[in-house]
């Protein structure tokens, strides 16, 4: 298994280089490969690999989300006025196999009207379709001509599924105005909740791209010129002096100094990997624009400022940077110490004697619940003219498109170190299509100079983007305190209204009676004051990074054309998720997957591969 921590010797040039083994660098390599083994292929990747419990076991996927986490790239953001002056930390996968290694592994498809929008040739609805069925062999409902039933990820319910609070949630929602949808992820279905179906095979494993796409090539003898790299950081792009043609990579090796960059003599040197007829760049939307810039590819003025030569004029890299906006509400529950993850997250059950006893619940990232919601016309009024305006413009007259994702999480969402040990629940909401922007650029030519990095989340003209949390806020907790099994919110997470406000949390619920609701709370105009800018304090990163590339017309600050072809530079390719020119409604592992798919088909077309 060709799987280096150093290059041999004889390895210093192939054909195709791909800078990242994320989701989308595993599916082109992997895909290339199978198309013609005798292309020799290069996969450089930053971190370690991912073969470790805490990627194969869907249970411990929290790990990988905490501060201390070695499997993941935690980028961390200037002060953000409109947030109360935070730094923010956005993770993004750091093993092999990137974010599909570490994330939540929920099965989310974007909406037909997203693929629509990018108003690109070979990137529609029906086009990417076939992708979309070929990346998945699907084991769960919904008419078969929209899901894939070969493909190497397995998408399934799992092990386990914890009943009685799914079950609940889907009463109260229907209470609230939403039913129960069969698939939600067939393109077209929206406005409603499902069982969420997930990333987990049906034997309860983890279903990655670097284990599903790329280590089966390398372990099936099959492909003996197909070579990975790991822990080794992509620094920039080489050119050749004449006609601007990608011909390889600088990268830096691992090493244990924290100063591990050019100008560290102590340090491992720079080294070089030449590339015959391709080099791909896909380090994900937070580490894509950095290669490039530090390549000389992007705005003259931020070039001339990081003291990078410019080598050709794309002004859209790390423009216009896009993430899902997130935020967790905490509620106490009646359920029992196997329905929520609470115990094993809490130490209170051994995971060393779960993992020996196959344990079901291993097979389960504990949401069981996904939804697409929209706003009845009621609510829309209710948050006011600019809001409406807006609505009646991009949303009205398009059903297919959410407002808000959420889901139902069975446990604390959150450190478990902060609360009490005991039984939480917590339901997630994410908006979708946000309006606002940040950017995330190169301060210097060294990977270890700090990051300009911006998530721009609220900074919309009209608060549109803090309006529909607003919304969200007050409609999950009505869901919340129509279950049964809710005991009261978590006063922590959750915003201070005053306790002689009708909105007022409450940390203990005992025996409750949901006859006694009677309308929805009741907020003031303080009370929204208070809610405005507490979700201005908490909210964060749903991990969904896409845009800084963009697939548009240079002019309109793109960075590839519909080929993913560079502009400006000959032989250089993007593959992530940084080219979405628009945003999808959905968890991005998917379109990630997707983009991979259609991509290898690109590359393989273009190389005359499919010709053999």
Known sequence: MAIYTALPDDLNEVDVIIAGGGTTGCVVAARLAEADPALSILVIE??????????????????NLMPTSTTNILYKTNKEKQLGDRELI???????????STNLMMYSRAQRSDFDSWQMPGWSAEEMLPYLRKLETYHGPGAKDTHGSNGPIHVSGGTYRALKSENDFISAAK????????????????????????????????????????????????????????????????????????????????????????????????QRVKARKLVIVSCGACGTPSVLERSGIGSPEILQRAGIPLVAEVPGVGYEYEDHQLLTYP????LDVEET????????????E??????????????DIACKLRPSETD??????????????????????????????????????????????????????????????????????????????????????????????????????????????????????????????????NDYDHATI???????ADDDDILAQWLRENVGTTWHSVGTCKIAPLANNGVVDGKLRVYGVEALRIADLSILPRNVAANTNNTALAVGERAADIFIEELGLNRR
């Open 46 to 63: 930053g971190g370690a690999n991912n073969d470790i419990p805490l990627v194969s076991v869907p249970a411990l996927f929290l790990a």
């Open 90 to 100: 956005v993770p993004s996968g750091g093993v092999l196999g990137g974010g599909s």
């Open 175 to 270: 209470k609230v105005g939403w039913t129960e949808i069969e698939d939600l992820q067939d393109l077209d279905s929206n406005n409603g909740v499902q069982r969420a179906m997930r990333y987990i095979s049906p034997d309860g494993k983890r279903q990655d791209a670097a284990t599903k796409y790329l280590l089966p090539r390398l372990q099936n003898g099959k492909h003996p010129n197909l070579h990975v790299l790991i822990e080794s950081k992509v620094v920039r792009v080489l050119f050749d002096n004449g006609n601007k043609k990608a011909v390889g990579v600088e990268y830096l090796p691992k090493t244990d100094s924290p100063e591990n960059d050019e100008s560290n003599k102590s340090g491992p040197p720079v």
């Open 331 to 334: 509620y106490k529950s009646s």
């Open 341 to 352: 993850i609470d115990a094993v997250v809490s130490g209170r059950r051994s995971v060393e």
């Open 354 to 367: 779960l993992v020996r006893n196959n344990d079901k619940i291993l097979g389960w990232n504990t949401m």
């Open 380 to 509: 829309i009024a209710r948050l006011g003219p600019e809001f409406e305006k807006t609505w009646n413009r991009d949303f009205k007259k398009n059903p297919n498109k959410p407002l808000v994702l959420m889901s139902l999480i069975n446990g604390f969402p959150g450190d478990p170190s902060t609360v009490p040990a005991g039984q939480y629940l917590g339901i997630s909401v994410f908006t979708v299509y946000p309006y606002s922007r940040g950017h995330l650029h190169i301060t210097g030519p060294s990977p270890s100079d700090p990051l300009d990095f911006s998530t721009g989340f609220f900074s919309d003209p009209g608060d549109i983007d803090l309006k529909k949390h607003m919304w969200a806020y007050k409609k999950q907790r009505e869901i919340a305190r129509r279950m049964h099994t809710y005991r009261g919110e978590v006063v922590s997470g959750h915003p201070p209204f005053p306790s002689s406000s009708k909105a007022a949390c409450f940390e203990r619920v």
């Open 518 to 524: 009677q309308g929805d709370i009741e907020y003031t």
